[in-house]
């Protein structure tokens, strides 16, 4: 599948790095250096305008190395992407560690994931559909 892109960047277009990846690395499109200190959030242009179809939708997602490594990662995640927003793609990192992050131009800040989005419509109903889990949540299908 194709989709229309528009890389206003100096770095090439968004590639998967194997075969079996299901996300593509995106890149910082920075004039200098943004140092992200502890607790700070920034947002993070690419230079990248994305053209969507109306069944499909873009997730921008965290770099696992990014969060493991130096605890860095996308705060609204997913961060979503609609079909029809022509903008340019914005990435908003968040430091969780204690240490200050120095983010330069070109970085790979972040994953794109293309998705299918189904559509629904809602049916009113007076009672669910009993299931064994029933109201339980937050834990309670134990630890393990």
């Known amino acids: 599948m194709k989709l229309g892109l528009i890389n206003k960047s100096k770095h090439g277009n968004p590639t998967y790095k194997t075969t079996g990846s299901s996300g593509m690395d995106i890149r910082a ?3 200098e250096a943004i140092l992200l200190n502890p607790g700070e959030r920034v947002t993070i242009p690419t230079g990248l305008y994305l053209e ?3 069944n499909l939708e873009a997730q921008i997602r965290p770099r696992s190395g990014l969060a493991l490594k130096y605890g860095i990662t996308v ?3 997913p ?3 609609d ?3 022509r903008g340019e793609i914005l ?3 968040i430091n969780l560690s204690s240490t200050t992050f120095k983010i330069e131009d070109g970085d790979r800040i972040a994953q794109l994931v293309v998705s299918t989005v189904e559509k629904i419509t809602w049916k009113n109903v007076k009672l669910l559909t009993e299931t064994k889990r029933g109201l339980g949540g937050f834990g309670s299908t134990g630890k393990k």
Do not use: A, M
């Open 29 to 31: 499109k920075i004039n």
């Open 52 to 54: 969507i179809p109306n």
């Open 75 to 77: 705060l609204n995640t």
């Open 79 to 81: 961060g979503t992407i």
């Open 83 to 85: 079909s029809d927003y």
């Open 91 to 93: 990435v908003i990192l």
